[in-house]
């Protein structure tokens, strides 16, 4: 119940926090009024991840630098997704006390990665402007659509590794032992009641035996 607690506390403070990185990001004090007010209009920061990016323009013109100051807020925004998306891969950790110690920090990178990856496959430009012979270019994703992405990122890599387990498993089961009658061999191999209840047995369980299996 504690571990709930936690998680729900953990959540919210999440939100709170990416609440105030908006906002910390539209009055910084290297923010001019005209990219605060373009921001401001442009996106609803209770519904929407957001970051701007900005480049110089030079002779090669607005296209170009429209192009680099675009690719600077999706830098930007896709550093704000990954970090929202690793807190909550961290509060779903503590709901696995065994995997949260096993799991490496590498394998939590990398899902924060693709959840960003893919979160940022829906970002939308939401305004563009010139200013002081600069082009600056606003992004923004469905705030809703890190946790969701998340949830299922992580759901999939713990079917990876059942799956992954299941066939070391069978690969195990299949090796003749000395002693071992046939039937002993194969028997789990038959019984569709075995891998019924196997599918239906919990999957994260103490134990001191662990095979590392990445996505």
């Not at 906002?23 to 519904?47: C, F, G, L, P, Y």
């Not at 990016?53 to 192009?67: C, L, N, P, T």
Request: with cysteine.
């Amino acid at each position: 119940m504690k571990k709930k607690i936690f998680i729900l506390c953990l959540t919210a403070s999440m939100i709170f926090a990416q609440g105030c990185t908006n906002i910390k990001s539209m009055t910084s004090s290297s923010t001019s009024a005209t990219t605060q007010e373009n921001i401001a209009s442009a996106v609803d920061v209770n519904e929407e991840i957001f970051a701007s990016g900005d480049a110089r323009i030079e002779e090669s013109g607005k296209g170009v630098a429209k192009m680099r100051a675009k690719q600077a807020a999706r830098e930007e925004l896709k550093k704000k997704v990954f970090k929202e998306s690793e807190t909550i891969l961290k509060a779903y950790l503590l709901e696995i006390n065994f995997y949260s110690k096993k799991i490496s920090d590498q394998v939590l990178k990398d899902l924060g990665e693709y959840v960003a990856e893919g979160v940022l496959f829906g970002a939308q430009e939401k305004t563009s402007w010139s200013e002081n012979n600069k082009m600056f270019v606003v992004l923004s994703v469905d705030k809703n659509q890190v946790p969701l992405k998340t949830k299922e990122t992580f759901i999939g890599h713990i079917d990876s590794i059942q799956s992954k387990l299941k066939e070391v498993r069978q690969k195990i089961q299949s090796i003749p032992v000395e002693g071992e009658s046939p039937s002993q061999n194969t028997s789990f191999e038959n019984s569709d009641e075995e891998i019924m209840l196997e599918e239906k047995a919990p999957l994260l369980e103490d134990s001191n035996e662990f095979i590392d299996v990445q996505l």
